[in-house]
């Protein structure tokens, strides 16, 4: 290409400068002509002096400074709506890029007309293990890894989102489309993009030689469980009620939620019968599942040693033993309760925020409303044509044998087996 168009590279930033060096020093090596290149940082209200750092080291790069943390979404939709290239590239603050990595995500892009973005490869900090290689998502709306074959290293592909991390998007269109939902604030907020650009009329391509290196467990770690669980809840509603057909929507919603309910249980280790009338005859109706002990503290245990090496890879292992260490205190606080009060039932705060992921979805329901009618009016592809993109639509979360029974018997009783499986043939 001897034309490159004019790109803005946006990277957000939280008290994070520690990571700000590499991550600029990589992006002022990068094989792109200067003259065509633009640098932003928006600051969420960083207390660490990273503006300053930033200013007095790359005093080249733009720099939007907020008084307050906007999130992810409304900080990268500021830097957008500020930046002068015809793309935009959202790359994470702890993140360093390959010298190709822009000339990648622009050649893709340009490589036809109805693409509006493109994501590139993520690889660990030291470069020998993927961190996003393609993105799926199940029925409903949580956004993930797959872990089947990936694709070709030098092919393009389609994909429903790329990860905002290393993401390249037409600007324009972009904005055309309304960004980043800022009601997201973080997480899946580029799975609901990708979605929306689908549905829209545009693609979404994977160009796996885009390389960027991502230190991990930066900001994200620093953010309680419970939080991340109201994010990730709240988040994954929010998309599927805005982006389905109202045919799917009704099949879809109520199974999302009864999901919803049975992950707080798990995750929030409740043991039902301590919630039961005492005779047998009103102990409540048979679960779904079988070969559950019927032990709380033994199910706990089950829990703690299957969830530990996700949450490593995910959060990184300092938070998950500071987690564990307030478990073990919480389980002895539990136990002295249970004693001396037996009306009183403490639970984790990460059941709590399954259950204000809930309730901020009924607040918000007449702005997804309308929002969901914006994006219906305008609507160019079927969801026959988009669900395919899902890739593995049935993918649990959390993978545990009790939550997997009862996901499949909702899917069937509900029929969304039989969505999914209209689309593959």
């Known amino acids: 290409m001897s034309d490159w168009p004019r790109v803005s590279v946006i990277v957000v930033n939280m008290d994070g400068q520690h990571h700000l060096k590499p991550c600029f020093e990589s992006l002022a090596e990068?094989?792109?002509?200067?003259?065509?290149?633009?640098?932003?940082?928006?600051?969420?209200?960083?207390?660490?002096?990273?503006?300053?750092?930033?200013?007095?080291?790359?005093?080249?790069?733009?720099?939007?400074?907020?008084?307050?943390?906007?999130?992810?979404?409304?900080?990268?939709?500021?830097?957008?709506?500020?930046?002068?290239?015809?793309?935009?590239?959202?790359?994470?603050?702890?993140?360093?890029?390959?010298?190709?990595?822009?000339?990648?995500?622009?050649?893709?892009?340009?490589?036809?007309?109805?693409?509006?973005?493109?994501?590139?490869?993520?690889?660990?900090?030291?470069?020998?293990?993927?961190?996003?290689?393609?993105?799926?998502?199940?029925?409903?709306?949580?956004?993930?890894?797959?872990?089947?074959?990936?694709?070709?290293?030098?092919?393009?592909?389609?994909?429903?989102?790329?990860?905002?991390?290393?993401?390249?998007?037409?600007?324009?269109?972009?904005?055309?489309?309304?960004?980043?939902?800022?009601?997201?604030?973080?997480?899946?907020?580029?799975?609901?993009?990708?979605?929306?650009?689908?549905?829209?009329?545009?693609?979404?391509l994977y160009a796996p030689r885009a390389l960027t290196y991502h230190r991990g467990h930066g900001t994200s770690s620093r953010i309680p469980a419970s939080i991340v669980a109201v994010l990730y809840e709240r988040n994954a509603l929010y998309s599927i009620i805005k982006n389905y057909d109202e045919q799917h929507l009704l099949k879809v919603l109520p199974v999302a939620l009864f999901l919803l309910t049975r992950r707080a249980m798990i995750f929030g280790h409740i043991d039902k019968q301590r919630f039961r009338m005492p005779r047998s005859a009103s102990s409540g109706p048979a679960p779904l599942q079988s070969g559950l002990p019927s032990d709380s503290s033994e199910l706990e245990a089950r829990h703690i040693r299957r969830e530990f090496m996700p949450l490593v890879r995910e959060l990184g292992l300092r938070t998950v033993l500071r987690e564990s260490v307030r478990r073990a205190m919480l389980w002895v606080y539990v136990r002295l309760g249970q004693r001396l009060h037996g009306e009183i039932a403490l639970v984790r705060r990460h059941l709590l925020g399954h259950l204000v992921a809930a309730d901020d979805v009924i607040d918000a329901m007449p702005s997804l409303m309308t929002k969901r009618a914006q994006v219906q009016s305008r609507r160019k592809r079927s969801d026959a044509e988009i669900l395919p993109l899902f890739d593995t639509p049935f993918h649990p979360h959390p993978p545990f044998e009790e939550y997997v029974a009862v996901q499949e018997v909702l899917t069937r009783l509900f029929e969304i087996d039989e969505i999914f499986q209209e689309q593959a043939l």
């Not at 290393?166 to 799975?191: H, I, K, M, P, W």
């Open 30 to 204: 990068l094989e792109y002509p200067s003259s065509q290149l633009e640098l932003i940082l928006v600051d969420n209200g960083s207390q660490d002096d990273s503006v300053k750092y930033v200013r007095r080291n790359f005093p080249h790069v733009r720099v939007i400074e907020n008084q307050q943390n906007e999130g992810f979404a409304g900080a990268n939709n500021q830097g957008t709506r500020a930046a002068t290239g015809e793309y935009a590239a959202f790359l994470n603050n702890d993140m360093r890029a390959h010298p190709t990595w822009l000339r990648e995500l622009v050649s893709a892009a340009r490589s036809a007309g109805d693409v509006a973005a493109v994501g590139g490869k993520i690889l660990n900090w030291e470069g020998n293990a993927v961190d996003f290689e393609g993105g799926a998502q199940n029925f409903y709306g949580m956004g993930f890894q797959p872990h089947d074959a990936p694709p070709p290293e030098d092919q393009l592909t389609e994909m429903l989102f790329g990860c905002g991390g290393s993401l390249l998007v037409d600007r324009q269109t972009f904005l055309n489309v309304g960004g980043f939902d800022e009601d997201y604030f973080a997480y899946f907020e580029d799975v609901d993009l990708g979605w929306r650009l689908w549905l829209l009329g545009h693609r979404v």
